[in-house]
């Protein structure tokens, strides 16, 4: 974002870039355009304490970056944009950025070891192509693995406090969030998009399960749904598995009847909770839309499953049961 141009950091803006690239002394015009971090000398990051560049041609470079990571973010060159440096150190650390000025490279470095970069430089100077990079990157993630579930059991039980996850998106039959009582096997549970003789649908809205439950947010992470907030991100799966990133607007936490639905997926048991009211709805095997009132063993619902553990929402290779 060198030199200083105006409409490309608005159109970043728009987008929804998490910072700007500009010129020393040009930090408080950023900021009269929009809330959002800036990289400079005297920006909210700055060179050299909070980032570095760095170039890769050879092994001893790549420990030099690896030990870089460890304390600031490092974008790095590989001057001939070659794959194999950058797998060898994602697989080894993070805070690693790369450069790319076109939206396949920039998805390739998203996607390597599928894990990915921490994050790309747009270094595209053109604002309409920058913006659309931007936006595309936002909104899409990898697609999710969906299984099926067989019902076994569904139980009534007490009052509890559920949370309704209110998002800025408005979302279609098929679409809604992965929720679970363990990170290892979560429901798909649909939006409130359904048309309804007795309530509006609210097509922004998931009624998610109570405070305890998970839900999964971008980057391959967990969340409770007691921790989200306005301005956090969860990640909105379709009944196909292809994932977008949701900003939450609200929640709302609410004393409601639960109900428990047992059932066995791939991996074993799975469970969870949910309000029990007609309106709340898993999604079947053909993608549609099913009551939980109306459910009952031996039905088919889409879910994920995963084999490692997870400490603080990130995923760790150890041995957790839950039940």
Known sequence: MIPWNKDL?????????????????TTEKVKELGIIQTVSEDGDIKWEKDIVYADVHSQDDEEAIVSLSRSKKVIVNTSDWTIIPLENLVAQTQNIFVECDNLDDARTSLGILEKGVDGVIITQSDPIQAREIIKCLKSETDNIDLVSFTIDAIRPLGMGDRVCVDTCTLMEEGEGCLIGNSSRAMFLVHSESIENPYVSPRPFRVNAGPVHAYIKIPGGRTRYLSELKAGDEVLGVDSSG???SL?????????RPLLLIEGTGPNGPVNTILQNAETIRLVDM???????VKLKPGDTVLGM???TGRHFGHQIDETITEK
């Open 9 to 25: 950091i608005t159109d970043a803006l728009e987008a929804g870039a998490d910072a700007v690239i500009v010129p020393q002394g």
């Open 242 to 244: 292809k994932a977008k």
């Open 247 to 255: 900003t939450v607007g609200r929640l709302k936490i609410e004393q």
């Open 286 to 292: 053909a993608g549609k839309a099913v009551s939980v």
């Open 305 to 307: 499953v995963e084999s």
